[in-house]
């Protein structure tokens, strides 16, 4: 949470939380929504918000271990935030088709007139070729598209919806977020500015 603090971030999705069941957690400066299997340590979704977001909050509903969806009012504007946590790229295709066809529910059913924000760990990769969706993808990702960036851009590509891949020219190991060294396996972040 000190992280958080310190680059002053609002909201952020959490995936890979373990917390059974779901709930609310406070700490000294963030509030904790999440959402997981009710008895194993697993998976799981939440989404920090920090004291002024959390006024803000105007409702959130556990959908279920790798998606939570919260509603927020602002003077502005209303905002629906998805956190999600998907399934990697390896898991069953029915159980990926599942997820996906679940999280496409919980974004439409958001009142139209909101902003619409998805938000988390996809377990995907979009790759550095943006020439058959320069739009919604970056030029600067990391390795090449697989199966579900391909599903996340094939999504994507519906009329008023985009997103922002890394589109800034940095370091490699600036764009990773982890790196696991059995299988030296580096998983991208999503950077906006």
Not at 122 to 134: H, K
């Amino acid at each position: 949470m000190r992280t958080l603090g310190k680059f002053r971030i609002d909201i952020a999705g959490l995936s890979d939380s373990r917390l059974t069941g779901f709930g609310t957690l406070n700490s000294e400066t963030y509030h904790i929504l999440y959402s997981g299997l009710e008895t194993r340590k697993e998976a799981g979704v939440g989404m920090a918000l920090n004291r002024r977001t959390k006024k803000c909050l105007v409702n959130w509903e556990p959908i279920n271990e790798r998606i939570l969806r919260a509603g927020f009012a602002t003077s502005q504007a209303k905002l629906t935030v998805v956190a999600v946590y998907a399934l990697s790229n390896d898991s069953c295709d029915q159980n990926k088709d599942d997820f996906y066809r679940v999280l496409s529910n919980v974004v439409v059913k958001a009142h139209r007139h909101d902003i619409v924000t998805v938000c988390g760990d996809f377990n995907d990769e979009v790759g550095n070729d943006d020439s058959y969706a320069p739009a919604i993808l970056g030029k600067h990702g990391l390795g090449e598209i697989n199966d579900n960036g391909a599903e996340i851009a094939a999504k994507l590509l519906q009329p008023n919806y985009f997103t922002i891949n890394i589109t800034d020219s940095l370091h490699n190991m600036s764009k990773v977020s982890r790196k696991l060294t059995e299988s030296k396996i580096k998983q991208p972040i999503g950077l906006t500015r």
